[in-house]
């Protein structure tokens, strides 16, 4: 399995639970698939540790999905700057630096972002964020391993 299997699969273990709760559902069927959700998370985490965090894969890209977030300026209405909040879905990129003793928390430094058209839709006005990330390339960070994987070649 890959983490990006997992976590589909995690997602739709997650809207099974939703389904079931709007029906008032078996409490002991809920509890049941919360408790696989939480192993496969946790198989999820010890994957993508034993899949990022190895010494063959430091100076390699890796890839975090999520969204971006930054602001677009429009330009001046009645004297004021006006903005948009802009959301674009796409993986942050980074390059693998090291790694925890464990394997539980990688640093990595930024390359970018990288979304379905290879650019931002707009130029922002602000420095895009994915999390708690700001999208600079050359900025070095910490995360934990989980979500993280080997971008496609």
């Known amino acids: 399995?890959?983490?990006?299997?997992?976590?589909?699969?995690?997602?739709?273990?997650?809207?099974?639970?939703?389904?079931?709760?709007?029906?008032?559902?078996n409490s002991k069927l809920l509890d049941d698939i919360r408790s696989e959700m939480d192993k496969l998370a946790e198989q999820e985490r010890k994957l993508a540790r034993t899949s990022i965090s190895r010494k063959e894969n430091i100076g390699k890209r890796i890839c975090k999905n999520g969204?971006?977030?930054?602001?677009?300026?429009?330009?001046?209405?009645?004297s004021e700057p006006?903005?948009?909040?802009?959301?674009?879905?796409?993986?942050?990129?980074?390059?693998?630096?090291?790694?925890?003793?464990?394997?539980s928390r990688i640093q990595f430094r930024v390359l970018g972002w990288a979304t379905s058209t290879a650019r931002l839709e707009y130029n922002p006005a602000s420095t895009p964020k994915l999390d708690e990330f700001e999208i600079i390339p050359g900025t070095i960070?910490?995360?934990?391993?989980d979500k993280w994987f080997l971008c496609p070649k």
């Open 1 to 25: 399995s890959t983490p990006e299997v997992l976590t589909e699969h995690i997602s739709s273990v997650s809207n099974e639970i939703k389904t079931l709760e709007i029906r008032k559902g």
């Open 67 to 78: 969204t971006s977030l930054y602001t677009y300026y429009l330009g001046i209405f009645l």
């Open 82 to 103: 006006q903005y948009k909040k802009i959301k674009e879905d796409g993986p942050l990129v980074g390059y693998l630096e090291k790694y925890s003793e464990d394997g």
């Open 141 to 145: 960070y910490w995360d934990n391993v």
